[in-house]
């Protein structure tokens, strides 16, 4: 049987990137029945990049909220928050045990930072550098390990936590036997990667997001401010180098969007394409954007159903446990 698992890390608020690059095919597949899946809120994921609890705390309830909003099959997926699964924790001791230093010291995130460190005056490779950055790869190992996942969608950018987490697994099941299963990454290559407001990568550390689910207003300015080139409205325009058009292709389906680069070839004014993609996102978006107003101000039931299903996770979770602890020698002293 596969088994699929994905951790959403709880920093900043959903945007129009993440929807279509991972929150939109996530849930697609969440409906498929022959396919276990565990999806999860990484909120101690979430304390390596932000200090700041309301932002943590603000965050975790519009991430679920945002899942639950668009339709996730909550029946059929296992949606929990990781910290309410205290085997995670455990698990990720047992993993540092059996994590060699070297494997940790390659990761890409780390190496960036101690690599930004060098370029500093002062030359301190250890500055700002925490060990939840430095062990990240062995917590996000615990998440997948613990369900015996063996299919993890990601990003490139994750495939080689991915590999760590093979390294772990093996190295734990040759010292202790065959208890793990290895995960292997699935990237998906078609995944749509969105342009920001300013052209660059959408992307939540550059600050040039449109959030999902803003007021109608407020996405109504957002698309305004996407920089566009100065071409005047009568011009011919490449759809393929503008922002505008590669946000509309994203949700549009691909009659509407042979439609729209027939436009584009014939010329069409900013303004005029602005307001066209204000009204085609605004409607598609105004339903979901209802419940989730719903549901931020009824964080009780959200709560709730997290509880529900991290109990239906630890119904994995626990027994595995205690079979890791006996397998390492942790068990009854009389036993
Ligand atoms: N590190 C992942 C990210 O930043 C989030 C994550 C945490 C994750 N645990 C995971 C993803 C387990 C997949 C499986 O995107």
Redesign the pocket.
Known sequence: MEIT?????TTGTPHLGNYVGAILPAIEASRCRDVQSFY?L?DY?ALVKCQDPALVHRSRLEVAATWLALGLDVENVIFYA?TDIPEILELTWILTCVTAKGLMNRAHAYKAAVAENLADPDKDPDKGVTMGLFC?PI??AA??LMFK?NK????K??VQ??EMARDIAARFNYLYGEHFVLPEAVVDEKAAVLVGLDGRKMSKSYGNTIPLFEPEKVLRKLIMRIKTNSLPPEAPKDPDTCTLFQIYQAFATSEESAAMRARYAQGIGWGEMKQILFEYLNSRLSESRQRYRELLEKPDYVEQVLKQGAARAREYSAPFLQELRRAVGIRPLGG
């Open positions: 698992l994905t951790g959403i890390t999860f990484a994921h990781q990240y917590l996000m998440d997948i996942a993890i969608p990601v990003g950018d994750q936590h991915l």
